[in-house]
T-cell receptor
Framework: AQTVTQSQPEMSVQEAETVTLSCTYD???????LFWYKQPPSRQMILVIR??????QNATENRFSVNFQKAAKSFSLKISDSQLGDAAMYFC??????????????FGKGTKLSVKP | ETGVTQTPRHLVMGMTNKKSLKCEQH?????MYWYKQSAKKPLELMFV???????ENNSVPSRFSPECPNSSHLFLHLHTLQPEDSALYLC????????????FGPGTRLTVL
């Protein structure tokens, strides 16, 4: 069974600085998707960025980018020029590329990011 | 944040009560999901509906009963819950079941006394 591990329960960053959130996963599959979701306090979870395992190029979305290391099964999220609105719980998630119950999203426990003004 | 809505946002109920959680998606999706989010635990998938048929039921106790009357609405009926069922219940939707990006609602914070 696949697992997702976020080893940093909490992180803190100064406004305008850069922070990297770690995520590792375990799978025997070769084709899958990885996601970072953001859940602000008392607000709904939104997708931040998505990476297809077959793509070697790291995904980027504005100030958010990932470092996808397939061999190491690592998928870290880098937030550049951190803003106060980036404060949230961040969840890393894995999903098989195959259908059926293998396609379930598997989440890590999350990392709580605080942004200091 | 109006793509997926959930009501109520907060619910307190006793163990003998019967209540229902409602989810509505305005995205034209045809798959909907219920997740349970407990403190310091990963999100747990409870149920998946695709085209109004249940396609996934992750060994959820029978005191949780889902209902999907159409592709835009999803309910979670609750009865004789336990205190350990207290959690944030999240609804999500996607264009296709399981293989497409899921969009989440704000959740219902449930407290069972």
């Amino acid at each position: 069974a696949q697992t997702v591990t976020q080893s940093q329960p909490e992180m803190s960053v100064q406004e305008a600085e850069t922070v990297t959130l770690s995520c590792t996963y375990d799978t025997s599959e070769s084709d899958y998707y990885l996601f970072w979701y953001k859940q602000p306090p008392s607000r709904q979870m939104i997708l931040v960025i998505r990476q297809e395992a077959y793509k070697q190029q790291n995904a980027t979305e504005n100030r958010f980018s990932v470092n996808f290391q397939k061999a190491a099964k690592s998928f870290s999220l880098k937030i550049s020029d951190s803003q106060l609105g980036d404060a949230a719980m961040y969840f890393c998630a894995y999903r098989s590329a195959y259908g059926g119950s293998q396609g379930n999203l598997i989440f890590g426990k999350g990392t709580k990011l605080s942004v200091k003004p | 944040e109006t793509g997926v809505t959930q009501t109520p946002r907060h619910l307190v109920m006793g163990m003998t009560n019967k209540k229902s959680l409602k989810c509505e998606q305005h995205l034209g999706h045809n798959a909907m999901y219920w997740y349970k989010q407990s403190a310091k635990k990963p999100l747990e998938l409870m149920f998946v509906y695709s085209l109004e048929e249940r396609v996934e039921n992750n060994s959820v106790p029978s005191r949780f009963s889902p209902e999907c009357p159409n592709s835009s609405h999803l309910f979670l009926h609750l009865h004789t819950l336990q205190p350990e069922d207290s959690a944030l219940y999240l609804c999500a939707s996607s264009q296709g079941a399981l293989l497409d990006t899921q969009y989440f609602g704000p959740g219902t914070r449930l407290t069972v006394l």
